[in-house]
């Protein structure tokens, strides 16, 4: 079974600097997706950025970027010049591949990120 | 933009009374899912709904839960005799393609 590491529980960063998010997972397979959500405290989950394991080039959606590293299972978020609006729990998740696309989401314990003004 | 809507936002119900949540897809979304989430824990899969059959289910949807798309928009989740740890939120999530969930805002649900 596929399982998501967030080893982060909280993090906190001041407003305008560059946050990094860490994310493991372990996988047997070699198609998947990865994604980082983002829920605010009204509970929302909130697409933040997706990448496909096929892709070498790394996501970008904005201040969101992610490193991903294939080999080392890793796949972190990083945030830049961030802003209080950015302040949520991040969770990490996980989707295998399927022909049929109707594969779970598996998702890590989250990072809570404090924005400090 | 297309949205997932759920409803209620709320609901307290006591236990052993049934529970209906409801979830409007984005339309023309053929892959539809619930997974909840107990406060301060992760989000946890349910079930996955794929032309008009359950795909998978993980061990928490037990027979006290079933779903159905009754009339083909809707996608509800019925909860038959709730229990005190069946408190969470609940959220719907819907797939058009074979890449990303979309979620709905959610269901707090309070068993008393």
């Known amino acids: 079974a596929q399982t998501v590491t967030q080893s982060q529980p909280e993090m906190s960063v001041q407003e305008a600097e560059t946050v990094t998010l860490s994310c493991t997972y372990d996988t047997s397979e070699s198609d998947y997706y990865l994604f980082w959500y983002k829920q605010p405290p009204s509970r929302q989950m909130i697409l933040v950025i997706r990448?496909?394991?096929?892709?070498?080039q790394n996501a970008t959606e904005n201040r969101f970027s992610v490193n991903f590293q294939k080999a080392a299972k890793s796949f972190s978020l990083k945030i830049s010049d961030s802003q209080l609006g950015d302040a949520a729990m991040y969770f990490c998740?996980?989707?295998?591949?399927?022909?049929?696309?109707?594969?779970?989401?598996?998702f890590g314990t989250g990072t809570r990120l404090t924005i400090i003004p | 933009e297309p949205e997932v809507t759920q409803t209620p936002s709320h609901q307290v119900t006591q236990m052993g009374q049934e529970v209906i949540l409801r979830c409007v897809p984005i339309?023309?979304?053929?892959?539809f899912y619930w997974y909840r989430q107990i406060l301060g824990q992760k989000v946890e899969f349910l079930v996955s709904f794929y032309n008009n059959e359950i795909s998978e289910k993980s061990e928490i949807f037990d027979d006290q839960f079933s779903v159905e798309r009754p009339d083909g928009s809707n996608f509800t989740l019925k909860i038959r005799s709730t229990k005190l740890e069946d408190s969470a939120m609940y959220f719907c999530?819907?797939?058009?393609?074979?890449?990303?969930?979309?979620f709905g805002p959610g269901t707090r649900l309070l068993v008393l």
């Open positions: 339309s023309n979304h053929l892959y």
């Open positions: 990448q496909e394991a096929y892709k070498q």
């Open positions: 998740a996980y989707r295998g591949f399927s022909n049929f696309g109707n594969e779970k989401l598996t």
């Open positions: 999530a819907t797939q058009g393609g074979v890449e990303t969930q979309y």
